[in-house]
């Protein structure tokens, strides 16, 4: 199973969600959009060095971004990145204008989806300590705390675990 040939049905998400609201692959052609929707605060240039990064991801077969939008555009993504035993979620953002409303628990959902499609055993999340909301919705949706994560000059966060069934097709 491949990242690159995920079935549609799993971008369908299983959580209420407005129907204005769709989600689907990162595509080259996003690179604006996603840049003036989600992270404006960075630099183009250090954004397109990312971006790159996750098309690449997505190629080699190690992770992809998954974008929302509406018919007005790019309203939030997600990534999830593949490591021989895991995979990891991250970068998890929502627009101001959206959020409340279930786009993050979807994007959640079909990134869980997607994990478990690839028969990988879990899943983390790592959340600052300063965002419990953030952390509540983790919770709320199965991920248990259970490391600290303390890097230089980066804010005290803590990872989120969530086993996931096993997969059998
Ligand atoms: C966290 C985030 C992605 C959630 O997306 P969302 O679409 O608002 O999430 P949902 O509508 O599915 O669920 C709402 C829940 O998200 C959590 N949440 C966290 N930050 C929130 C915010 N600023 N506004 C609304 N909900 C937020 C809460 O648990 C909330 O539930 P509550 O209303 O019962 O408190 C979004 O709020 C966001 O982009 N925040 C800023 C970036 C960020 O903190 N990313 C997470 C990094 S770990």
């Known amino acids: 199973m491949t990242t690159t040939s995920l079935p549609s049905y799993l971008f369908v998400p299983q959580t209420a969600v407005s129907p204005l609201v769709s989600f689907r692959l990162l595509q080259p052609n996003d690179l604006h959009a996603l ?4 992270f404006p605060e960075r630099s183009l240039n250090a954004f397109r060095r990312s971006f790159a990064q996750l098309l690449r991801r997505y190629e080699t077969e190690r992770g992809f971004c998954l974008v929302a939008q509406t018919q007005a555009g790019l309203i939030g993504s997600g990534q999830l990145t593949i490591y021989p035993n895991g995979a990891e979620l991250a970068n998890l953002i929502v627009v101001p204008a959206w959020r409340g409303q279930g786009v993050g628990t979807a994007i959640i959902g079909i990134l869980t989806a997607v994990a478990h499609h690839l028969q ?14 953030a952390q509540a919705l983790y919770e709320r949706l199965g991920f248990v705390p259970d490391r600290p994560l303390d890097l230089p000059n980066r804010p005290p966060a803590l990872i989120l675990r969530k086993q996931l069934p096993p997969n059998c097709n």
């Open 35 to 38: 840049h003036q929707a989600c």
């Open 120 to 133: 990988l055993p879990c899943l983390e999340i790592g959340v600052q300590n300063d965002n419990p909301r």
